[in-house]
């Protein structure tokens, strides 16, 4: 950054800033000052505060969260970590999403969640006086999380798994749709959560393991179809230690890792879906086909009251012929 100017016209120093004049006063001496702090702000860069954002999300959140931001961060600070960290506007992060996440393969609650990281690692370094000036604090405001109106079908599973080839992900994929799991309560199982005699997936928040609850003493039951079941015995067997849910070259499945398999998939059988579809679609075929209680329903997927699932009837009231059955008093089959 070159040094500052006088202008005699404007009656003040300047300094050129990204090609643009920045004005820093009429006083000298305190126009220097300004400017030493400017240098300062640029020599401080989008890695670095990455890096010192992620020593505290260690820290102070969960391992999993950890984990999680550091995958969206790391992979941003790939693309623009050489940059000053004052100099990152919202237009750097749309271009991170579009390049790195696009709408084509990527839902719009995981964009979502990739722009949350970014705000909030801005706000804390701001928080912290690393940076004077953070120009995404109001980015947010515009970002809206994609909300779930999309499930997966019956036929478009069925797609899926006569579609993939590759044992390992179709055995992930059946357990998600038989159990109607979170991905994550199936990416940690271990031999040890199986609970052979109830045929159940078992979590203990006090144990270690990730339970979506603030309660300490939290216990989450994964309850699994005989499908399911005889998959994840299998695994069981196979893998006494670690996670069940491995890929061919058994590593951990990732959400990262899914996504481009159903990419793949998508090319292959022209099904565009996310792992939490899977999810909603089980909540969907219960509600609509099955006919499953919904206290029963929210039971099953490990929601403590019918709330979480209200989402469900806008999918009910465009489906007509469940409709039609309901006012006729017709059971479901």
């Known amino acids: 950054m070159r040094k500052p100017y006088f202008k005699k016209s404007h009656g003040a120093w300047y300094v050129n800033q990204h090609g643009k004049p920045v004005r ?7 126009a220097l000052i300004k400017w030493a702090a400017m240098q300062k702000d640029t020599a401080f860069t989008l890695a670095d505060l990455i890096v010192k954002w992620l020593a505290n999300v260690q820290k102070t ?7 999680s931001y550091k995958r969206y961060a790391n992979k941003w600070s790939e693309l623009h970590g050489k940059m000053a ?26 964009r979502w969640q990739v722009q949350k990281v970014a705000v909030v690692a801005f706000a804390w370094a701001k928080e912290q006086g690393l940076i004077d000036v953070n120009h995404l604090a109001d980015y947010r405001k515009s970002a809206k999380c994609g909300k779930r109106d999309t499930f997966l079908s019956v036929d478009q599973y069925d797609k899926l798994i006569a579609g993939c080839d590759d044992v390992t992900f179709r055995d992930l994929l059946i357990v998600l749709w038989e ?7 199936i990416f940690q199982a271990e031999a ?8 159940c997936l078992q979590y203990s928040k006090r144990a270690g393991d990730k339970v979506k609850s603030k309660e300490q003493q939290a ?10 079941f005889a998959i994840v015995s299998r695994l069981a067997d196979q893998y006494p230690t670690g996670v069940l849910f491995r890929n061919a070259q058994f590593k951990k499945w990732t959400v990262s ?16 879906t996310t792992l939490y579809e899977f999810r909603h679609g089980y909540a ?6 099955l006919g499953t209680n919904i206290v029963t329903l929210a039971a099953l997927m490990g929601h403590s009251s019918i709330k979480m699932l209200s989402e469900v009837y806008a999918h009910v009231g465009r489906n007509s012929e469940f409709m039609r059955a309901a006012v006729n008093g017709t059971p479901r089959s």
């Open 179 to 185: 159990t109607g799991a979170r991905p994550f309560e």
């Open 85 to 110: 960290a004052t100099a990152i506007r919202g237009y750097h992060l749309s271009e991170f999403c579009e390049r790195c996440y696009p709408t084509t393969d990527y839902s719009d609650s995981v």
């Open 219 to 228: 216990i989450r039951t994964v309850w699994l179809s005989d499908k399911a």
């Open 192 to 199: 040890r959560h199986l609970n052979r005699a109830e045929h």
């Open 284 to 289: 969907h075929h219960h509600a609509t086909v």
């Open 257 to 272: 890792l899914c996504s481009k398999r159903l990419a793949a998939l998508k090319r292959k059988t022209s099904v565009k």
């Open 61 to 67: 959140k969960a391992a999993a969260t950890h984990a």
């Open 24 to 30: 820093l006063g009429t006083n000298e001496q305190e």
